[in-house]
């Protein structure tokens, strides 16, 4: 393929479509196991769904079948999933981060012989510019017309140019930086330093040392830094720390990630030494003070593998995913409901915002086969069966159900 956007029409799905349609009768064992249940369509490829704008699904395509170690980003409809464009750029890529989206497209590549860079693409997939520079393995954050990334150093480029603003050596940090967030500072964490520097100039505002511990996560919120290590969690506000508080010593527990943050608290799950015994802990935003500390929650074990717990907190709802979705008052730690999914453990959980400051979606996947929504209250809503995906994700409206050969979408408000 030529470098650059491809304008594709929906020839591709001609096959998929076909093979969608009888896709009710399970005796066809040749047939590909995701078409065996009904889909709005299917695209074939290892395709890496990143974002849905209005009608448009944007991600990411493995095509190494075509051309060794390269990808490209891809446009389809979310109603039709013919694919609008496709970019690829000139070199070998290995990897595409995810994208970002905001006046246009941007994500980072890396590769062979210089195949590193930042990439911008209009919103119909024509090249914007491209920028070759060492970069890491994370998307681009964009903000103030400004696109930042990071490596040994932070880089800032104009959205609409991609000149080089500023730039800011990180000098020698041992560990792969991320940039946090960016509101008023860019925030950068490097291993063992929490960085703010000024999103206009690029110098140093302020910094927050964690000593010989390793950072394990940061989040922002409300201006205040939140710093995990393995056995601490500490708050932080331009740089000058507020206060720390070790986790539950009694079981031994390690940081293993910041799970969200409330308007009064703080939620960080652990684990214990051996991996097992994970416990989601809340903490009180303006002392640190431990406010509750879950019931230890026992990893998912199945014969071939195993996985840590899902969690995640929305308002005033903690959500943990283990042998059955359970819904806990993030105030208090008490239990509100819980609920069976499929044959369970829940594989995949995901909030979806409804637009409301308050409402919103819980989306799961049960076991192998079984989708389902539930709202706050842990009313069921939505329920679909799939056949053995290797991930599901949910966004918005759409669900995508893939594999490494296809993915397949559906609507979840219009199909049950």
């Not at 019931?295 to 283990?322: K, N, S």
Request: negative net charge; contains cysteine; glycine residues 10%.
């Amino acid at each position: 393929m030529a470098a650059g956007a491809t304008v594709i029409g929906s020839s591709l799905l001609s096959g998929c479509l076909g093979m969608l349609q009888g896709s009710d009768d399970d005796s066809n064992t040749d047939a590909p196991s995701l078409y065996r249940t009904k889909y709005d369509w299917c695209v074939p490829g290892d395709l890496e769904v990143d974002s849905v704008v209005g009608d448009t699904v944007l991600g990411r395509r493995d095509i190494t079948e075509r051309r060794s170690e390269t990808r490209e980003a891809i446009a389809l409809s979310a109603e039709t999933g013919s694919i609008t464009w496709s970019y690829e750029t000139e070199r070998d890529v290995d990897h595409f981060t995810a994208v970002t989206v905001d006046d246009g497209i941007y994500l980072t590549r890396s590769g062979p012989q210089d195949g590193n860079g930042v990439v911008a693409l209009n919103m119909d997939g024509t090249k914007r510019w491209i920028v070759n520079t060492a970069v890491g393995y994370e998307r681009p954050r964009v903000a103030n017309d400004t696109v930042y990334v990071a490596d040994s150093r932070v880089y800032a480029f104009d959205v609409a140019s991609g000149d080089l603003r500023w730039e800011y050596n990180l000098q020698g940090s041992r560990l792969s930086p991320t940039i946090v967030d960016v509101t008023d500072t860019v925030v950068v964490e490097t291993g063992y330093t929490v960085l703010g520097l000024d999103p206009t100039a690029g110098t140093v505002r302020w910094e927050f040392e964690t000593g010989d511990q390793v950072i394990g996560e940061v989040q922002l919120s409300d201006g205040i830094s939140y710093v995990m290590t393995s056995d601490r969690i500490a708050a932080s506000s331009d740089g000058a720390e507020q206060w720390r508080t070790e986790f539950d010593t009694t079981t031994a527990q390690t940081g293993e990630s910041i799970v969200g943050t409330t308007s009064d608290r703080v939620f960080v799950f652990t684990s214990g030494d051996d991996g097992d015994a994970h416990q989601l802990q809340a903490f009180e935003v303006a002392t640190g003070e431990r406010s509750w500390t879950s019931e230890p929650i026992q990893p998912i074990v199945q014969p071939d593998f195993e996985w840590t717990p899902r969690t995640t907190v929305y308002g005033d709802i903690a959500y943990l995913g283990g042998e059955t979705l359970r819904a806990i008052d993030a105030t208090t730690g008490d239990e509100l409901w819980q609920a069976s999914v499929g044959d369970g453990p829940i594989k995949t959980l995901t909030v979806i915002n409804n637009g409301a400051e308050a409402d919103h979606t819980v989306f799961v996947q049960g076991g192998e086969t079984q989708l389902a929504t539930f709202t706050p209250d842990g009313e069921q809503t939505w329920s679909h069966s799939v056949n053995a995906p290797d991930r599901v994700s949910a966004i918005g409206e759409y669900v995508f159900v893939g594999t490494d050969n296809e993915i397949c979408s559906l609507n979840r408000l219009e199909k049950s």
